[in-house]
Nanobody, 127 residues
Framework: QVQVVESGGGLVQAGGSLRLSCAAS????????MNWFRQAPGKEREKVAT????????????NYADSVKGRFTISRDVAKTTVYLQMNSLKPEDTAVYYC????????????????WGQGTQVTVSS
């Protein structure tokens, strides 16, 4: 129904920057939010950032994990069905697989929202 593909990961030195991209395709008409998560080996998956999706909304909002506030910025291009994560001042503890998740209203009123995950992109920060 909805396909999500991440890109832009790689290997950088501490203090460097990367920009991740997440492109959504398929039946995207009822999407209402896009999210970035990350997971390091042996650690639980952590929500990094969230942004509202619909281009018809008059207001916008973003949310960030405390660990990335002031360093990461999430943004969107609704016309291109793409969300970005600009990562600056990277630290070794930012090393993880980064995943994109799309949130969509369900087809019936008795179901919770649907979620669609990408395959992930590796970010490695060397010290």
């Amino acid at each position: 129904q909805v396909q999500v593909v991440e890109s832009g990961g790689g290997l950088v030195q501490a203090g460097g920057s990367l920009r991740l991209s997440c492109a959504a395709s398929g039946h995207t008409g009822d999407l209402y939010a896009m999210n970035w998560f990350r997971q390091a080996p042996g650690k639980e998956r952590e929500k990094v950032a969230t942004i509202n999706w619909s281009g018809d909304w008059s207001g916008g909002w973003t949310n960030y994990a405390d660990s990335v506030k002031g360093r990461f910025t999430i943004s969107r291009d609704v016309a291109k069905t793409t969300v970005y994560l600009q990562m600056n001042s990277l630290k070794p503890e930012d090393t993880a697989v980064y995943y994109c998740r799309a949130d969509q209203f369900p087809p019936d009123t008795e179901s919770p929202p649907s979620t669609f995950w990408g395959q992930g992109t590796q970010v490695t920060v060397s010290s």
